[in-house]
């Protein structure tokens, strides 16, 4: 996990806690040893709900996510760069075009992918933005009067009937799909 990126904890509809990894770490743990049972966590960057080890004392928890100066213990790679090993497929012309490259396969593929980024549009990561609100509005507001119809005036980018429509939920679900949205 990124330790970079942020959280937002809910139990119920209401907001528990909000930060980077450690500090969600340490509310959803908390929460835990109360008896506080269903605690759903969401990225903030994302809008998806993610899921975490809470078992052990809170140390160990945060040695199991990398946050201590232990840290969990890791594979062959280069975990110091964040560095993932995960699977592409591709075509095999693909393949022979990416092995040709000077720089090897992994670099070529790195520098694509951060080419394609720097080429993304305001109205890119606003879609980005939506997606993320939507995502975490089916989670939390799927049952709560307006959903659909909020849904909607979301992906037309109408934001008044947004705001009126969720302004009807719980504040702490309301203002989250609102932050989301930027």
Same mark, same amino acid.
Not at 49 to 53: L, P
Not at 68 to 75: D, I, L
Not at 116 to 121: D, I, K, S
Not at 172 to 176: A, F, G, K, S, T
């Given at each position: 996990?990124d330790?970079k990126?942020?959280y937002?904890?809910?139990a119920g509809?209401?907001?528990?806690g909000?930060?980077d990894?450690?500090a969600?770490?340490?509310?959803?743990h908390?929460?835990?040893e109360?008896?506080? %049972?269903g605690?759903?966590v969401?990225?903030?960057?994302?809008?998806k709900?993610?899921?975490? %080890?809470l078992?052990?004392?809170?140390?160990?928890?945060l040695a199991r996510?990398?946050l201590?100066?232990?840290?969990?213990?890791?594979?062959p790679?280069?975990p110091?760069?964040?560095v993932?090993?995960?699977e592409?497929?591709l075509?095999p012309?693909h393949?022979d075009w990416?092995?040709?490259q000077p720089?090897g396969?992994?670099?070529?593929?790195?520098?694509l992918? %951060?080419e394609?980024?720097?080429?993304?549009?305001e109205?890119d990561?606003e879609?980005?933005?939506m997606d993320a609100a939507f995502?975490?509005?089916s989670?939390m507001?799927?049952?709560?009067p307006?959903y659909e119809?909020?849904c909607?005036?979301?992906?037309?980018?109408?934001?008044?009937?947004?705001g009126a429509?969720?302004?009807?939920w719980p504040a702490?679900?309301?203002?989250?799909a609102?932050r989301?949205l930027?």
């Open positions: 996990m330790t990126l942020t937002t904890a809910f509809t209401a907001l528990v909000s930060g990894l450690a969600i770490l340490a509310c959803c908390g929460a835990q109360s008896g506080r %049972d605690v759903l969401f990225s903030d960057e994302s809008g709900q993610v899921d975490f %080890d078992h052990g004392s809170l140390d160990e928890v996510h990398g201590s100066g232990e840290g969990p213990k890791r594979g790679g280069r110091k760069l964040g993932k090993g995960m592409v497929t075509l012309r393949w990416l092995e040709r720089q396969v992994s670099a070529t593929l790195r520098r992918v %951060d394609a980024r720097g080429r993304e549009t109205s990561r879609r980005e933005r995502r975490f509005m989670a507001a799927g049952d709560l307006g119809e909020a909607r005036a979301l992906y037309r980018r109408d934001r008044a009937v947004f429509l969720v302004g009807l702490d679900i309301r203002d989250h609102l989301l930027g």
